[in-house]
């Protein structure tokens, strides 16, 4: 296409004005005259929009007089990577007239992803945000998977501790993403490239080992890798690791034997860190279902060293002491094999999940125990057993009771989240050793009672909520219990989950969110779609989620207003206006 030529008005004026002002389309275009030539640029500062007409020239640069971004004259090149270049026009003097010539900008997939990645090196959200618009708007064939797999690039290069929650973040938001409005979408992807860049800012990054490149009879890979965690031996465990992804894709094979390793060593020890082991494990597979089993090699190794450090909960007084509650799981453990064997005739007639997440909100942890295995010889399938821990923990969070410290909200969040991990394994590489993470589940929801003393009220369903009152919950502190009763109203009253849903996670990506609210969030949306729909602990599960947003809200709101800044610089909306 030809490109549109402007005039901006006669060399003369701007010989004697300094600068020129015009529109090329819908960019506003500003000409300066400098060392006797004649330069033209967008005229809008690239970092928040200040009209660079009013900056200064001087020595070939510009000066933004807003935040003091300087750009060379000539190429629109930035000397200050929080601004980004500006554009360049060619210019013209035909007959005395100053003409700029504006041609239609091509889409450069490739700058827009390495303007991504300068700003996930240097923590500039707005870098950021812009990055990731330009990139889902620019071209069909680039989409939000693209944008996660750069971060996951990232993420996964420049953090010596490997995965951790900025990755967990960043895979929890793109698993959302179908969840939430078209227009929240960006922001998603948005807080969670930030994470994975305040996680890896000041770090070291990380060297990754290479395959053993021997043959090895695919059963030692198992035997290795669990003996290498067992003993803290994380280089040996990595090596280990990496050779058996390296040995499956030559055999061309799957990654279920892998994921059962990995799986099995997190779980050969009690909650380990608390849950995220499992949960970041999840996290790890789930980003390679996502992108595709070649980053496998690249995803999965950076899991070793957080599993091998980890804190095993067994060696903590509460899994001990006044119960043992190790020993408890260990002697139903002995029991599986055979449990098992019942069971297996028996698939398809057990069907009570429910029930058996509502016997583990008991007093008792023997009763526990024995109603899951009970379930297990009735014919329980793993995703039943995942799905009912997933749903009692969730029910620590729906009747936590707002008296109880603040922080506890913390605790009960781990209860959950982890559980959700289990449930989400459980579904996609159901194994034998994966349902110790039932039990550990189980008795972690126990240990959680008195978090549950008093009970917060259930629920009462109103007529006639909107979710325009639930938005209104997250603007004022305290409205835990009012934010639970309208989510759940809502269900009731037969609203559609889908806008609530979307409602919760806007409320979520508004917010200056730590860590466990994605977690909380996403968990929240998968456990809610394992149940039928118009069920009662579907319900339930959002009115948890709803009132975990509601005790943290409001904050300050920064990253949310960041991503609106540009926005409205890539509509071309001027952000500096004088009143
Ligand atoms: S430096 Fe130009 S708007 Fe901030």
């Known amino acids: 296409m030809e490109p549109v030529r402007v005039t901006v008005g006669s060399v003369e004026e701007l010989r004697a004005r300094g600068f020129l002002t015009g529109k090329a389309g819908a960019h506003p275009v500003c000409v300066f005259w400098h060392d006797g030539g004649a330069y033209a640029l967008d005229d809008r500062c690239p970092h928040m929009g200040f009209p660079l007409h009013r900056g200064t020239v001087e020595a070939g640069l510009v000066t933004c007089h807003w935040h003091n971004a300087r750009f060379d004259l000539c190429s629109g090149g930035t000397l200050d990577p929080f601004a980004d270049d500006v554009r360049p026009y060619p210019v013209e003097v035909i007959d005395g007239q100053v003409v700029v010539v504006a041609a239609i900008e091509s889409f450069d997939a490739e700058h827009h992803r390495r303007r991504l990645v300068d700003g996930l090196e240097q923590g500039l959200t707005l870098v950021v945000a812009k990055a990731v618009l330009a990139l889902l708007d620019g071209d069909p064939s680039v989409g939000p998977h693209d944008v996660v797999r750069v971060g996951l690039d990232f993420g996964t290069t420049y953090r010596a501790d490997g995965w951790g ?16 409005e078209a227009a929240d979408r960006p ?24 395959p053993l490149g021997s043959q090895v009879p695919p059963q030692r890979w198992a035997v290795w890798y669990r003996r290498f965690i067992e003993t803290r031996s994380s280089d040996a465990a990595e090596r280990t690791l990496v050779s058996a992804v ?77 119960v043992d509650l190790v020993a408890l ?26 029930g058996l997440a509502w016997a583990m909100l008991g007093e008792e942890p023997g009763a526990i125990v024995d109603a899951i295995c009970s379930a297990v010889a009735g014919g329980a399938t793993p995703e039943q057993l995942g799905r009912a821990v997933a749903y009692a923990a969730a029910l620590r969070i729906t009747r936590f009771h707002i008296q109880n410290d603040h922080g506890d909200w913390d605790v009960v969040h781990h209860g959950f989240t982890a559980a959700n991990a289990v449930h989400q394994l459980l579904v996609r590489a159901p194994n034998p050793e994966l349902l110790r993470a039932v039990f550990h589940g189980a008795m972690r929801v126990y240990q959680d009672r008195f978090l549950n003393v008093p009970t917060a009220r259930p629920p009462q369903a109103r007529a006639g909520v909107t979710l325009a009152e639930l938005s209104a919950c997250w603007d004022e502190q305290g409205r835990v219990d009012d ?9 009731h009253g037969g609203g559609d989950p889908g806008p609530l849903v979307a409602v919760l996670g806007r409320a979520l990506l508004a917010e200056d969110a730590g860590f466990h609210w ?13 149940w039928p729909l118009g069920s009662e602990e579907g319900r339930l599960i959002l009115v948890g989620c709803a009132r975990f947003l509601a005790a943290h809200t409001p904050t300050r709101r920064e990253l949310a207003q960041v991503v609106r800044t540009a926005t409205r610089l890539r509509r071309g909306e001027a952000l500096f206006e004088e009143t």
């Open 165 to 180: 929650a900025g990755l967990t973040v960043l895979v929890a938001m793109a698993n959302v993403l179908p969840h939430l």
């Open 187 to 210: 922001l998603a992807l948005v807080h969670g490239l930030a994470f994975v860049s305040r996680d890896t800012r000041g770090r070291p990054p990380r060297f990754p080992l290479t």
């Open 246 to 322: 390296d040995a499956a894709a030559d055999a061309g094979a799957g990654l279920e034997d892998v994921e059962a390793m990995m799986t099995a060593a997190a779980t050969d020890h009690v909650f380990l860190d608390g849950g995220h082991t499992l949960d970041f494990t999840n996290k790890a597979f789930e980003a390679v279902g996502l992108l595709g089993v070649d980053t496998a090699p690249q995803v999965l190794p950076t899991l070793v060293r957080g599993t091998a450090r980890a804190t095993r909960a067994e060696e903590g007084g509460s899994w001990r002491h006044p």
């Open 329 to 354: 799981i260990d002697s139903a453990l002995g029991r599986l094999p055979r449990l098992l064997g019942e069971g297996a005739a028996l698939v398809g007639s057990w069907n009570d999940p429910s």
């Open 483 to 491: 934010a639970g009763t309208i989510a759940y109203s809502w269900l």
């Open 518 to 530: 994605y977690q909380t969030y996403e968990a929240a949306v998968r456990q809610f779609h394992a």
